[in-house]
C-alpha cells in the first residue's frame, strides 16, 4: 500500500498538504507570528517583509497569521459538513436502494428535490433568515451536500443486493435492517467515502465562495474567502492581499482533491 | 511514444487559433484606429498611442454596479433609477453645478406668499415635452396629484404638505400650489427627483397602476437625454434631446453600464472603456491607487454624506447616557478618517453637515479618551463591559472596514462588538423595528434644509421606520422641530437647529463618524464634471463635454 | 413505445418535485425578515402608505393564502410580477435565461473539447508524466475560486495585452443582433450579421474558460476513471489483437463504452450551471440568472425568487431526463425503467 502511494508523486504531494494543513491547524497559535485579529491600521497593506512575511491587508493586520488561522475555520467547515451529510446521505440511500418500491420513490423524490432547488437561494434564505454566521453556511451546505451521497449509495447497493451472499442472509431469515446495515453498506460505502475525501475540498471552496459574498464568516475572522474578497479591488497594487488566501485555497482544495483520487486508484479493488 | 490522438490535437489547435484569432484580429483593430461611428468626427488631433479605442468626443461612458429596476419617477425609491430619471425629466426647480440651493429650471420664477402657503410658478415657454407637446401648468398639475396617488417614495415628502385640491392653473404657465401648512423646504423638495414633472398623456397609458408598468421602461419627460434603449441587467442608453429648451447636451449619448464587480469596472476606467465612476462604486483605497495612473483623474468635492451609527436606546445598557458617551469618547475617529477614509472626511459634531443652514460650529465633538471613556462606563456601572451587535448592510469594503475598527477600539473599554452583515431588507427591517444595537449606516440629505435630517433622526415620531433608528425621544426636540418646520423666520428656524445639535451632543443617541468628502475617478479627457454635495445620484451628463 | 411511457412517467414524477420545490421556497423565502413593502417605497414611505401597499400585494394574508394564490396563477402559466423590475416574471426570466445558457453552451463545450480528451490521455498513461501533468493541470482549474481566476484572467487578457473584452455580452458599439432565441451567437449566425457573431463570440472566451475551468477538472477525473475501467476489459484487448489503431481503439470502443458515468456527471454540471454562476456572472458583467437570483432574494422580490427557482429546477429535471434517454441511444440494450 506504502509502495503504491509513494508510487504517484501527485498522491505524496496530495498526502504532503493535507498533513501540513493538519498540522497549521493544531497549533495555528504556535505557527502565527502575530495575532490574526489586531488591528493596526497605519501599518495598511504593507508589502511582504521580514516582519509580515505574506503582507498587511487593508487594516494592518498580518496576512499570514490570519492564513494560519484560517486553517482551522475551513478545516472545521470541510470536516463538519462531510461528516453531517454523509451518514444522512448514506443511510438513506441505502434504505432506497435495499427496500425499493414505493419508499424508494420517496427518498430519491425528495433528493431530487434538494439536488434541483438552486444552491445559492438555498444559502442566502438561510443566512437571511437566520443571520449570518459559519455555523448557517455549514448548515446550508450538509443541507445541500447530503443528497449526492444517497444517490451514489443507492446506486451501488442495487448493484450488490442481488449478490450470493445477501441472497443466502436472506435465506437464513436475518432481520432486513440486519442485513442491510451489517452486510450491504459496509460492501457499498466505498465510492461514497472516496467521494467524501474529495469534498472536503469542494466543501471548502463553497464556504469560501459564500464568505465572499458576505455570507459566511463574519469580521474580523480570518476566513480565506472573506478575505480574497476584501482585497479584491486591489489586487492589482497589493497583489499580496488577495493572492496569498487565493493560493490558500487552490492548495488545500488541490491537496484533498489529489489525495482522494489517490485513495481511490488504491482502495478501489476494481482499480488495481 | 505512440502517436495518440493526433487529430484530437489538431482540432484543438485549430480552434484555440480560430479563437484567439477572432479575439485578436477584432481587438487589435479596435485599439489601434477609433471605433466606425468616430470616422465622420474630424480626426483626433493628438491621437494618444497608449490610450486605445482613443475617446469617441460624443459618447459618455459610465458605469454603476447596482442594476436599475424601474424608470417611473413616482415609483421607484432606487438611487440607480434616480441618476436616470433626474436626465429624463426636467423638474420646477433643479440643483445646478455644486450649489445646494434651488436654481429655476421649468418655472422660470416663482412667488411666495407672506404666510409661506401659496406659491406660484411661472413656468418658461419653450419647453416640450419629448414628444412634442409644451409643458404647460396642467402637465404640473398632473405629475404632483399622480406622485401623491400612486402612494410610493415621492408620495412621503409631499403628501403631508399638498393635496389634490393644492392646485390653481392661472393660465397655460402659471400655477399656484397652496399648502395644507406652512412648510419651509418645499421649494427644496421640488428639486429632487419626486418633483420630475411628466407629460399627463400618460393618463392615456394608465391601466390599473397609473401607468407604472408603462413607465417602467419607458419615460414621458421633457429633460436634456430621451431614453435609446435598455438592456435590463447590462446597459442603458440615452440619446442627447435635440430640441432641449436649455440647448442640446455636446454628449450625444450615454451609456450607463451595469458592472456588478467594482474591480472589473475599475480595470474598464483605467482602459478607457469607462469615462467615469463615482464613489457609490469604488472604494478609497482603489481611488487613490488609480490617481494619476493610467490617464485617469481623481476629483474631490465637499460632500453632505454623514457615516454614522445609531445606538439604540431601548437597548441595556445603551439606554444609559454614560454609557453613550463613553462609546463616543473610546473611537478614534481622526485614525479612521486618515486611514479608512483616506483623509477624505472631517469631524462632524452632528446631523447637520457643515455648510448647511443651521449648522451649529460650536456644536461639542467628543475627543478619543480611553481614560474618560472607562471613568464613564465606571460610573454608569459597567466598567466590566458588555456585548454589543454592530449590523452592517451589504457587502460594502469600506463600512467593513470601519466596522473592524470600532471592533477594535471599544474593545479597549471591554465593550465586545459582534460584526453582522445582513442583506439590505433583512438589515433595514432589523433595525427599523429596533432589534439591533448598532448600525453602521451613511445619510445624505435629497434637500438642503436640517428639517430634513433632523426630523427623520430625532422625532419621536420617527422612531423606527421614520428613521430615528436610535429610537431617540427628546421633548424639547419635538418642539422646537415643530416650531421651525411651522415657522417661515429663518432666524428662529436657525436657532431652534442649533439648540437641538447642542441637546443632541449631550444625549449622544448617534455617533457621527465623519462627513465625507465626494469622490470620482474620472478619464483625464472629461471636463465640465460637476459634483453636487448633496446629491450623489445627480450627474449632470448635460454639461459634460471631452476634450 | 418503452421510450414514450419512460418519458412520459418521467415528466409525470416531475410534478411531485416540483410542487415539492415551490413549497420549499416559498416557505424558506418567505422565513427571511423583512417587509417587501418597505423595501419597494424606501426610507422615505409612510407608514399608511406601506400598509396599502402590503395590502395590494396580499402580504396581510396568511401565508398558505399567498402561497395558494400564487399556486393558482402559476398553474395558468402566471409567475406574476416582479416588484423590483415591475415585469412580468416570465418576461424577466425571458430575458436573463438566454445570457446564462449561451454562457453555460460554450463552456460545456470548452469541458467536452478540454475534459474528455485530457481524461483519455491520463488513463492511457496512467502513472505516467503525461498522467500526472493533465491531472495537475484539471484539479487546479478545479481548485481555483472562480472568482480569482476571473480577475486574474481579466488583468492578464483584458488589461496588459488587451486580445480580450472586460466583460459584457458584445461591444458597446455593435448593435446585438435582432433577438430569436435571445442567444447572442446563435442569433447573429441566423440573421448573418458577422459583426456581431464576432463580438458576442470573443465576450464568451473569458467567462467561458473561467466557468468551464471546474467542469474540466471534474470531467477528467471521470473519463479517467472511466476508461480506466474499461480499458482492462477483455474486450479492449480484443480490439488491439485485432490490429485496430490506438485512436481507433481508444476514441471509439473505449470511450463509447465508458460514456455512462461521463455523461451522468455531464447532465448533472450541465444542469448545476444553467442556474448560473453569481461570481462569474459577477466579474465578467454577465446579466445572467445567477446575478437575477441574488438580486431576487435581495429585494425580497419573492415572484422572481419562485420564478427562477422553478425555471432552474424544471431545467435540472429535464437535462436529466435527457441524459437518461440518451443512455439508450448509446447502449440500446439497456431496458427502460
Known amino acids: 500500500m506504502f509502495r503504491r502511494l509513494v508510487s504517484s508523486p501527485l498522491t505524496v504531494f496530495g498526502f504532503l498538504v493535507v498533513f501540513i494543513l493538519v498540522i497549521t491547524a493544531l497549533f495555528a497559535p504556535l505557527i502565527a507570528t502575530h495575532s490574526p485579529t489586531e488591528v493596526n491600521i497605519v501599518n495598511k497593506l504593507q508589502p511582504p517583509s521580514q516582519e509580515h512575511i505574506f503582507g498587511t491587508d487593508e487594516v494592518g493586520r498580518d496576512i499570514f497569521s490570519r492564513i494560519v488561522h484560517g486553517t482551522r475555520i475551513s478545516l472545521k467547515i470541510g470536516f463538519l459538513v462531510v461528516i453531517l451529510s454523509f451518514p444522512v446521505g448514506t443511510i438513506l440511500g441505502a434504505i432506497a436502494g435495499y427496500f425499493g418500491g414505493i419508499v424508494d420513490q420517496f427518498i430519491m423524490r425528495t433528493t431530487d428535490i434538494f439536488l434541483s432547488f438552486p444552491g445559492i437561494i438555498l444559502a442566502m434564505s438561510i443566512a437571511a433568515a437566520l443571520g449570518p454566521s459559519i455555523e448557517n453556511v455549514l448548515l446550508a451546505l450538509v443541507i445541500v451536500w447530503w443528497p449526492w451521497y444517497t444517490r451514489i449509495v443507492r446506486s451501488s447497493v442495487l448493484a450488490i443486493k442481488n449478490a450470493e451472499f445477501i441472497e443466502s442472509a436472506r435465506a437464513l431469515g436475518a432481520n432486513p435492517f440486519r442485513i442491510l446495515f451489517k452486510e450491504i453498506l459496509p460492501n457499498s460505502i466505498a465510492p461514497a467515502s472516496i467521494q467524501a475525501s474529495l469534498d472536503f475540498g469542494f466543501v471548502i471552496l463553497a464556504a469560501a465562495g459564500l464568505s465572499f459574498i458576505g455570507l459566511g464568516a463574519q469580521p474580523p475572522s480570518p476566513e480565506w474567502g472573506a478575505m480574497l474578497s476584501s482585497s479584491r479591488e486591489i489586487l492589482r497594487e497589493a497583489w499580496w492581499a488577495a493572492t496569498f488566501p487565493g493560493l490558500a485555497i487552490l492548495f488545500t482544495v488541490l491537496g484533498f482533491n489529489l489525495l482522494g483520487d489517490g485513495l481511490r486508484d488504491i482502495l478501489d479493488p476494481k482499480q488495481r | 511514444m505512440p502517436k495518440q490522438s493526433k487529430w484530437l490535437k489538431i482540432v484543438f489547435l485549430i480552434f484555440m487559433s480560430f479563437v484567439l484569432l477572432v479575439g485578436c484580429n477584432k481587438y487589435n483593430e479596435e485599439t489601434t484606429t477609433p471605433p466606425k461611428e468616430n470616422e465622420q468626427e474630424q480626426p483626433d488631433d493628438d491621437a494618444v498611442v497608449e490610450d486605445p479605442g482613443a475617446p469617441q468626443k460624443d459618447v459618455f461612458n459610465f458605469a454603476t454596479n447596482q442594476d436599475i429596476p424601474h424608470l417611473d419617477p413616482h415609483g421607484t425609491s432606487a438611487n440607480t433609477s434616480f441618476r436616470v430619471t433626474y436626465m429624463l425629466y426636467d423638474r420646477l426647480v433643479t440643483y445646478d453645478g455644486t450649489t445646494t440651493e434651488v436654481v429655476p429650471q421649468l418655472a422660470e420664477n416663482w412667488e411666495i406668499s407672506e404666510d409661506g402657503t401659496t406659491y406660484t410658478f411661472f413656468l418658461r415657454k419653450d419647453a416640450k415635452f419629448h414628444d412634442g407637446s409644451p409643458v404647460t401648468s396642467a402637465a404640473v398639475e398632473y405629475s404632483f396629484r399622480r406622485a401623491i396617488d400612486i402612494g410610493k417614495s415621492a408620495a412621503g415628502i409631499f403628501s403631508k404638505v399638498i393635496d389634490e385640491n393644492s392646485f390653481e392653473i392661472v393660465d397655460d404657465h402659471t400655477i399656484k400650489i397652496k399648502l395644507l401648512k406652512p412648510f419651509g423646504p418645499f421649494i427644496k423638495a421640488l428639486g429632487t427627483v419626486f418633483g420630475n414633472i411628466l407629460n399627463p398623456n400618460l393618463a392615456d397609458n394608465h391601466g390599473e397602476d397609473l401607468g407604472e408598468s408603462y413607465l417602467a421602461d419607458k419615460e414621458v419627460g421633457s429633460g436634456p437625454y430621451v431614453l435609446e434603449s435598455w438592456d435590463r441587467g447590462q446597459k442603458l442608453v440615452l440619446k442627447a434631446n435635440e430640441n432641449y429648451w436649455g440647448g442640446t447636451p455636446t454628449m450625444k449619448t450615454v451609456n450607463i453600464n451595469i458592472v456588478p464587480e467594482p474591480s472589473t469596472a475599475r480595470l474598464m476606467l483605467e482602459k478607457g472603456e469607462l469615462d467615469l465612476l463615482d464613489d457609490t462604486m469604488i472604494s478609497p483605497d482603489v481611488i487613490k491607487q488609480m490617481d494619476g495612473k493610467n490617464g485617469v483623474e481623481i476629483v474631490n468635492a465637499p460632500g453632505f454624506q454623514i457615516d454614522y451609527f445609531p445606538m439604540n436606546m431601548t437597548q441595556k445598557p445603551l439606554d444609559n447616557k454614560l454609557v453613550r458617551q463613553a462609546i463616543a469618547h473610546a473611537i478614534n475617529y481622526d485614525v479612521i478618517i486618515d486611514n479608512v477614509f483616506l483623509g477624505n472626511g472631517e469631524r462632524i459634531g452632528g446631523i447637520v453637515p457643515k455648510g448647511m443652514f443651521g449648522y451649529n460650529d460650536g456644536v461639542k465633538e467628543y475627543d478619543y479618551n480611553l481614560d474618560k471613556a472607562k471613568e464613564l462606563l465606571k460610573e454608569a456601572g459597567q466598567e466590566g463591559g458588555f456585548t454589543v451587535e454592530m449590523a452592517i448592510s451589504e457587502n460594502n469594503e469600506v463600512r467593513r472596514n470601519i466596522a473592524v475598527m470600532l471592533q477594535s477600539d471599544l474593545a479597549k473599554i471591554g465593550v465586545t462588538v459582534d460584526i453582522k452583515t445582513y442583506a439590505w431588507p433583512t438589515f433595514l427591517d432589523l433595525v427599523t423595528s429596533g432589534k439591533h444595537d448598532f448600525g453602521l449606516v451613511a445619510w445624505t440629505p435629497d434637500y438642503a434644509d436640517p428639517d430634513y435630517n433632523l426630523w427623520y433622526f430625532a422625532h419621536s415620531s420617527s422612531k423606527g421606520p421614520g428613521f430615528n433608528l436610535a429610537f431617540y425621544e427628546n421633548k424639547r426636540i419635538d418642539e422646537l422641530l415643530e416650531l421651525a418646520r411651522k415657522s417661515v423666520d429663518d432666524a428662529q428656524r436657525d436657532a431652534a437647529y442649533k439648540e437641538i445639535q447642542a441637546i443632541m451632543a449631550e444625549d449622544v443617541p448617534y455617533i457621527f463618524l465623519a462627513q465625507r468628502s465626494v469622490q470620482a475617478a474620472k478619464r483625464e479627457w472629461v471636463e465640465r464634471h460637476e459634483i453636487n454635495p448633496m446629491n450623489t445620484w445627480y450627474v449632470p451628463f448635460h454639461k459634460i463635454t471631452k476634450k | ?337
Open chain 3, 1 to 337: 413505445m418503452g421510450a414514450i411511457r419512460f418519458i412520459v412517467k418521467r415528466l409525470i414524477l416531475m410534478l411531485p418535485i416540483l410542487l415539492g420545490i415551490t413549497i420549499l421556497t416559498f416557505f424558506i423565502s418567505n422565513t427571511i425578515p423583512g417587509d417587501p413593502a418597505r423595501l419597494i417605497l424606501g426610507p422615505k414611505a409612510t407608514p399608511e402608505g406601506i400598509e396599502r401597499l402590503r395590502e395590494e400585494m396580499g402580504l396581510n394574508d396568511p401565508i398558505y393564502v399567498q402561497y395558494g394564490k400564487y399556486m393558482y396563477g402559476l398553474v395558468q402559466g402566471d409567475f406574476g410580477k416582479s416588484t423590483y423590475s415591475q415585469q412580468a416574471v416570465s418576461e424577466d426570466l425571458k430575458r436573463y435565461f438566454p445570457a446564462t445558457f449561451e454562457l453555460t453552451l460554450f463552456s460545456m463545450f470548452l469541458t467536452v473539447l478540454i475534459g474528455i480528451p485530457f481524461g483519455i490521455i491520463s488513463a492511457n498513461k496512467k502513472d505516467k508524466i503525461p498522467d500526472q501533468i493533465t491531472r495537475f493541470m484539471a484539479l487546479t482549474g478545479v481548485a481555483m475560486p472562480a472568482f480569482w481566476l476571473g480577475i486574474i484572467l481579466l488583468l492578464f487578457f483584458y488589461l496588459k495585452i488587451g486580445i480580450l473584452p472586460g466583460g459584457g455580452r458584445i461591444d458597446s458599439w455593435v448593435s446585438p443582433p435582432e433577438a430569436i432565441t435571445g442567444m447572442y451567437t446563435i442569433d447573429s449566425l441566423l440573421t448573418g450579421n458577422w459583426e456581431a457573431l464576432k463580438s458576442s463570440l470573443i465576450h464568451l472566451i473569458l467567462p467561458g474558460f473561467t466557468q468551464a475551468a471546474v467542469t474540466i477538472g471534474m470531467i477528467t477525473r471521470m473519463t479517467r476513471s472511466s476508461m480506466l475501467e474499461v480499458l482492462r476489459s477483455d474486450y479492449i484487448r480484443t480490439a488491439y489483437a485485432k490490429g485496430g489503431s490506438e485512436n481507433r481503439v481508444l476514441y471509439g470502443h473505449a470511450l463509447q463504452n465508458g460514456m455512462m458515468p461521463i455523461l451522468t456527471l455531464m447532465g448533472m454540471t450541465f444542469g448545476h450551471a444553467l442556474g448560473g454562476s453569481v461570481l462569474v456572472e459577477s466579474v465578467f458583467s454577465w446579466p445572467g440568472l445567477g446575478r437575477y437570483a441574488v438580486n431576487a432574494i435581495n429585494y425580497l422580490d419573492f415572484p422572481a425568487v419562485m420564478g427562477v427557482t422553478i425555471l432552474i429546477a424544471v431545467l435540472f429535471i429535464t437535462v436529466n431526463l435527457i441524459i437518461d434517454i440518451l443512455y439508450h441511444v448509446i447502449d440500446p440494450r439497456l431496458k427502460y425503467e
